[in-house]
């Protein structure tokens, strides 16, 4: 099996030797190979998202992606089945910041397919001016984590009735490095207790998502689901659009390490289908290699983890909390039902 640490040792920018998320389909002869499997990936009209799907629909999948604009997604899917694969690709119409709306976007989904091998969370806001969803959750939170625990729970029966132990199903939830910031404040994940920083929200989020799927990891990787987070490096996409001048300086001047779209799903599409993967879940996965506890900083800027990153404690006290969210708000009673 490729491994790509070498790729990542020099990096020079968009575009360079680091590999696409095609080059993982192709090195893990995976063309063609996923005929009649299904994938749901979150926030698929721009950047990485886009990539992603594209690279599973050359796999041969059927891929459903969601966003918030129907006509950007219609204009992705043009763009992605001109492959002429075989594979479905359907667009969802999907709004992260209302569980209304993924309530809805869940039940749309329902009505293609009773199948689901892969659940691809990699929607997000980044760098947001303080702002909340439409149930009052600081909109870091509520977006990045809170929607997506929403749409986990509304389609977790499906993941785990396609899940075999020739092929299991598989979380992944798109990351960043920038969870190393600080972890989640359980007593104030609002952020109303304290002045508001965007970087410090984000970063928050960041820990949301690994939190969750280390959670999702304990509870069903013995019935072959299992879930792992993603750092896909720094992209120059529509998420970083609230950088002030000072932030997008600072972005220039890491141009070197930042990839395109297509070499930013890399790590995304690995952790979704990558054969060396299979049956193990709770990772934190960078650059296409499996992260580490980062010790120094400025070494393992790339794969390193923070500590606060696995807490079972946190992790399974966010868990309960998020539940409490989603039941509450009463966009899903089917959910209830089935407790």
């Not at 030797?17 to 749901?40: E, H």
């Not at 976007?105 to 691809?120: P, V």
């Not at 019935?223 to 896909?232: D, E, F, G, R, Y």
């Not at 779209?261 to 499996?290: F, S």
Request: proline residues 3%; aromatic residues 8%; negative net charge.
């Amino acid at each position: 099996m490729a491994t790509y640490a070498k790729d990542h040792e020099n990096p020079n920018g968009p575009g360079d030797a680091r590999p696409t998320a095609l080059k993982i389909i192709r090195d893990q002869d995976l063309d063609d190979k996923l005929t009649g499997k299904v994938f749901l990936v979150t926030g698929c009209t721009s950047g990485i998202g886009v990539e992603t799907a594209r690279a599973l629909h050359v796999a041969g999948a059927d891929v459903y992606i969601t966003g918030r604009d129907v006509k950007a997604g219609q204009r992705v899917i043009e763009s992605i089945t001109q492959d002429k694969r075989d594979g479905k690709v359907g667009f969802i119409e999907m709004h992260l910041d209302s569980l209304a709306s993924v309530a809805e976007g869940i039940e749309a989904f329902k009505k293609h397919t009773n199948l689901l091998n892969g659940l691809i969370c990699n929607a997000g806001v980044a760098f947001h001016p303080k702002a909340t969803t439409t149930e009052g959750f600081e909109t870091h939170f509520g977006v990045n984590h809170v929607a997506h625990f929403a749409l986990f729970l509304g389609v977790q029966e499906m993941l785990l009735k396609s899940a075999t132990a020739e092929f299991p199903s598989r979380v992944t939830m798109v990351s960043s490095s920038a969870h190393r910031v600080n972890p989640v404040n359980l007593d104030d994940y609002n952020l109303t207790k304290c002045e508001y920083d965007p970087t410090k929200a984000y970063g928050a989020s960041k820990t949301a998502n690994i939190w969750m799927v280390n959670v999702i990891e304990r509870m069903y990787g013995h019935k072959h689901l299992h879930a792992n987070s993603v750092h896909p490096g720094g992209i120059h996409t529509l998420g970083a659009r609230h950088l002030e001048d000072s932030g997008e300086k600072l972005f220039k001047s890491f141009y070197r390490i930042v990839k395109s779209p297509e070499q930013g799903a890399a790590t995304t599409v690995w952790a979704a289908v990558g054969k060396d993967l299979e049956g193990r879940g709770g990772l934190y996965l960078a650059d296409v290699q499996v992260g580490v506890l980062s010790k120094d900083p400025e070494k393992d800027r790339a794969v390193g983890y923070a500590s606060h990153a696995f807490d079972e404690g946190l992790e399974n006290q966010l868990w309960e909390l998020s539940r409490k969210f989603v039941f509450e708000s009463g966009k899903f009673p089917e959910l209830i039902r089935s407790e």
